[in-house]
């Protein structure tokens, strides 16, 4: 994993970059999204994310999704612990929890479904 400091109005924020052989996963705000190269027309008719994926290897500590629940946007969804740290993961929209795939005390890998909204 490497970490990138990018300043967006005045202010630094460090995102967390995990290559893989199909593109790289970029975690920042608790928000986790898989970028492959693709073209703009592609990117601009691609589906909603559904998943929210795990930006590392940890444990969940906390999971605050429940099956059936409506969600908005930034929403804690799970907390992860790694490397000492505690990372929330958010809803990267509105929607309402399809499933939950983790529960509290789990280990996991980077890339793990933990939460799918539904479509």
Same mark, same amino acid.
């Given at each position: 994993m490497s970490w990138l400091s990018v300043e967006v109005r005045g202010k630094w924020l460090r995102i967390a970059v995990v290559r893989s052989d199909r593109g790289a996963w970029v975690?920042?705000?608790?928000?986790?999204?898989?970028?492959?190269?693709?073209?703009?027309? !592609? !990117? !601009?008719?691609?589906?909603?994310?559904?998943?929210?994926?795990?930006?590392?290897?940890?444990?969940?500590?906390?999971?605050? !999704?429940a099956v059936g629940a409506a969600v908005r946007v930034r929403d804690t969804l799970v907390v992860l612990e790694a490397m000492k740290m505690e990372y929330r993961l958010t809803a990267p929209r509105d929607g309402v929890v399809e499933r939950v795939s983790c529960a509290?005390?789990?280990?996991?890998?980077?890339?793990s479904v933990l939460v799918t909204l539904a479509p």
């Open positions: 975690s920042w705000g608790g928000i986790v999204h898989h970028v492959t190269p693709e073209s703009a027309s !592609a !990117a !601009a008719h691609a589906p909603q994310e559904r998943d929210v994926r795990a930006p590392m290897t940890g444990r969940v500590v906390r999971v605050s !999704a509290e005390g789990d280990q996991v890998d980077l890339g």
